[in-house]
């Protein structure tokens, strides 16, 4: 990551726009279907416009990519070597439903891959932020910062999982790894299933369900830098390329499994 970015002045943006948001938690806000049919409510895009202003004023030169303001052509942004990858409200669905879940994710994609990310969970006063070698941070209130990183899993595996999505392909995987040993599931929403793995509290994520780019991206960084990986379905690094549609492929997040445990997952040649 280019070292002329304010990392702390990013932060400081991510936890304002979480404050945000916090303005309509719990207090039944209008929900408006998109095209997609997934919700928006004015707290997306609440945070949306303050992120946006925030990071023209930080990093004039780096294009800005907004869930809530995507509509940017194949043919422009294709010539980008870098830009922000902004979801300013990850898990409206758990917002709406007055879930602490929710979190605004800010992410820096230089060259097809994401090198920092951080994530803001605003009704847990919490930041996260990292990148692939550069390690991973927590931050809860006024308290000091403090690295996290991944745990090496046991023989009770940590799988976390959505709140509202399943598959049969999640399913036989989840059959395969219980063949090995004993699994805990846990449901949590929003890009925090990526936190849990940084910080040593979960093992294993896989989504073989829909998700878009600016999901994931932040999380991921902050997982990598946390020493652990997101691989997909080829068994390769997860990548951001430039294409027409944002939806990405199927994924498997990981902390530090034994080469047993990655063998189960069935992602190709590693």
């Not at 945070?47 to 194949?74: C, K």
């Not at 898990?91 to 230089?110: H, M, P, Q």
């Amino acid at each position: 990551m280019n070292t002329a970015i304010d990392i702390q002045a990013l932060l400081q943006l991510t936890r304002r726009a979480g404050t945000e948001t916090l303005k309509w938690w719990r207090q039944n806000p209008d929900v408006t279907a998109k095209a997609d049919d997934s919700p928006v409510t004015a707290a997306d895009l609440a945070a949306h416009h303050l992120i946006v202003a925030g990071l023209r004023e930080l990093t004039p030169d780096i294009p800005v990519l907004s869930e809530e303001d995507a509509q940017v052509p194949l043919s422009e942004r294709q010539h980008w070597q870098r830009f922000w990858l902004v979801d300013p409200l990850d898990g409206t669905k758990e917002f709406i439903a007055g879930t602490d879940e929710f979190t605004v994710n800010i992410a820096l994609v230089e060259q097809g891959q994401v090198s920092f990310g951080i994530v803001g969970v605003p009704a847990r006063n919490s930041l996260y932020w990292g990148g692939r070698g550069q390690g991973a941070w927590r931050s809860s209130g006024d308290a000091p910062a403090s690295q996290i990183g991944c745990r090496a899993a046991t023989d009770q595996l940590t799988v976390v999982a959505s709140r509202r999505h399943t598959s049969p392909e999640q399913e036989a995987l989840l059959d395969r790894l219980k063949s090995l040993q004993q699994i805990d599931l846990v449901n949590i929403g929003s890009s925090l299933k990526f936190c849990l793995l940084a910080e040593g509290e979960a093992d294993l994520y896989p989504r073989f369900a829909p998700t878009s780019q600016w999901d994931t991206a932040a999380a991921q960084a902050v997982l990598e830098g946390a020493g652990g990986q997101v691989l997909g379905l080829d068994g390769e690094r997860f990548g951001y390329p430039q294409r027409d549609s944002w939806l990405n492929p199927h994924f498997v997040a990981a902390g530090r499994l034994s080469p047993e445990l990655l063998l189960a997952l069935d992602l190709g040649v590693r």
